[in-house]
């Protein structure tokens, strides 16, 4: 059995039935399956890289996204204006 990663996504060759579906794949999934003029919410964390893929694929894409909301955070900060500024850009 051949396995790889692609795009950050568990990949099984072998047996395409299994392939995890890449993250634009998701989008468009959810895309077609929307009522028109819907919109949706996405909850995210981590790197940001798919939700920028979906911005950068074009196709109107974005026209269904509402908001975007970034789960994150710092346990320990030492409330500098660095750590301010972080929090007044994400808000």
């Known amino acids: 059995m051949e396995s790889f990663v692609k795009f950050g996504a568990p990949r ?4 395409p039935k299994l ?3 890449l993250a634009l794949e998701v ?3 959810v895309v077609k399956s929307l009522d028109p003029g819907s919109k949706v919410t996405i909850l995210t964390n981590g790197p940001l890289t798919n939700i920028a893929k979906i ?8 026209n269904t996204i509402q908001d975007i909301l970034v ?3 710092h346990i320990n ?11 007044c850009s994400l808000k």
């Open 27 to 29: 989008w468009e999934s």
């Open 12 to 15: 099984d060759t072998d047996h």
């Open 71 to 73: 789960v994150g955070g």
């Open 55 to 62: 911005i950068l694929a074009g196709k109107n894409m974005t």
């Open 77 to 87: 900060h030492d409330n500098t204006d660095k750590w301010k500024c972080i929090q």
């Open 19 to 21: 392939k995890q579906p």
